[in-house]
């Protein structure tokens, strides 16, 4: 079993930056993709990034590429989403999710197992 808890969320003009984190704890982490997803009210929550079990490979939703970056240390068993010039379409409860059943990237909520509670990020213009 893994539990995901996210920090670093909070209040950024448009253009600054933030940077989430996500604890994990649980054997099968260190085994597991990796992903954060966001939600904003009335929508679907909506794929951002996701990592690979040792963090070869990453994918990024296009509206984030060259703005976002997601890494992790496996020896920390932490996961990192670096947000850099944001804007205020970023707006939204972001998630960090686990995939204990696959070593590789996925965009597929349905195949990520665990969630974090979220955090809130608020781009103001």
């Known amino acids: 079993q893994v539990q995901l808890v996210e920090s670093g969320g909070g209040l950024v003009q448009v253009g600054g930056s933030l940077r989430l984190s996500c604890a994990a704890s649980?054997?099968?982490?260190?085994?597991?993709?990796m992903g954060w997803f966001r939600r904003t009210p009335g929508k679907e929550r909506e794929f951002v990034a996701a990592?690979?079990?040792?963090?070869?490979?990453?994918d990024y939703t296009d509206s984030v590429k060259g703005r976002f970056t997601i890494s992790r240390d496996n020896a920390k068993n932490m996961i990192y989403l670096q947000l850099n010039s944001l804007k205020s379409e970023d707006t939204a409860v972001y998630y960090c999710?686990?995939?204990?059943?696959?070593?590789?990237?996925?965009?597929?909520?349905?195949?990520?197992?665990?969630w974090g509670q979220g955090t809130q990020v608020t781009v103001s213009s």
């Open positions: 649980g054997r099968t982490f260190r085994w597991s993709a």
């Open positions: 990592i690979s079990w040792n963090g070869d490979n990453t």
């Open positions: 999710a686990a995939d204990t059943n696959n070593y590789y990237t996925t965009r597929d909520t349905k195949s990520y197992d665990y």
